[in-house]
């Protein structure tokens, strides 16, 4: 089976990725805000979502009606459609204007939680990443770690404050969140090639500068390349 997704890709597509509670939200703004003071052009993305299609299906999959849930592969649809739609309509286009893409979780976390966590087949899995990606990958996986257990303590201090009620994936088990860091080493030790582990546990100031020094390491590498 052939894709029919080609282009020439000039921007780079850097996804952040990782457990609940291991920060990568924070720091993605702040990568973003270094990668401006280079003067890279630079857009922030998150899945699902990032589109008026995606968001829309973002709220039917943490809101599905009332006494029911979604089955794991239907849910995995659901994600697919949104990430399908943030390809064509900012990913794609704005990559090939030469802007750098930060997401905020890519196809790696539908492998952990819809298929190490939920039991989803990995290899259906990927059948529906090639039908609405191609061959397409990150050019680079920052992918931020910690123990299971200090995920679950940063949750339980988050959750007191949130404003917006308590979603599924914060109130898991300690062998939930064990399950989904134990799945996320598993893929940086397969995708080598392109992800970065961040070690997450420390202090935001010096996560910060582990980002930062591996977004310099990464922009060195294309301007010698290019």
């Known amino acids: 089976m052939k894709s029919d997704i080609f282009f020439p890709q ?3 597509f850097i996804t952040f990725e990782g457990g609940e509670g291991t920060g990568k939200s ?3 703004h702040r990568a973003a805000a270094y990668l401006q ?5 630079v857009l922030v993305v998150r899945e699902p ?6 968001e829309a299906i973002r709220n039917l999959w943490k809101s599905p009606p009332s006494g029911s ?6 849910e ?8 399908r739609t943030l390809l064509f309509r900012e990913i794609w286009p704005n990559l090939k204007k030469g802007i750098w893409v930060l997401c905020d979780r890519f196809y790696d976390s539908t492998l952990i939680y819809q298929g190490i966590l939920g039991g989803a087949d990995i290899e259906k899995l990927m059948q529906l990443k090639y039908l609405t990606m191609g061959s397409f990958e990150p050019d680079l996986t920052l992918l931020f770690d910690m123990p299971a257990s200090a995920s679950l303590k940063r949750l339980k201090k988050r959750t007191d404050i949130r404003q917006d009620g308590v979603v599924y994936y914060d109130t898991m088990a300690l ?5 989904i860091r134990a799945g996320y080493l598993k893929l940086a030790n397969i995708f080598s090639f392109r992800m970065r582990i961040i070690k997450a546990r420390r202090p935001e100031s010096v996560v910060e500068h582990a980002v930062c020094t591996l977004l ?3 922009l060195q590498h294309i301007l010698e390349v290019s």
């Open 26 to 28: 924070t720091q993605i």
């Open 69 to 74: 849930s979604w089955e794991v592969l239907s």
């Open 49 to 54: 979502g990032g589109t008026p299609e995606g």
């Open 216 to 218: 310099k390491e990464h």
């Open 175 to 179: 062998e939930q969140h064990e399950k």
């Open 76 to 83: 995995a649809f659901l994600i697919f459609a949104a990430r």
């Open 10 to 12: 000039r921007g780079q």
């Open 37 to 41: 003071e280079q003067n890279v052009p």
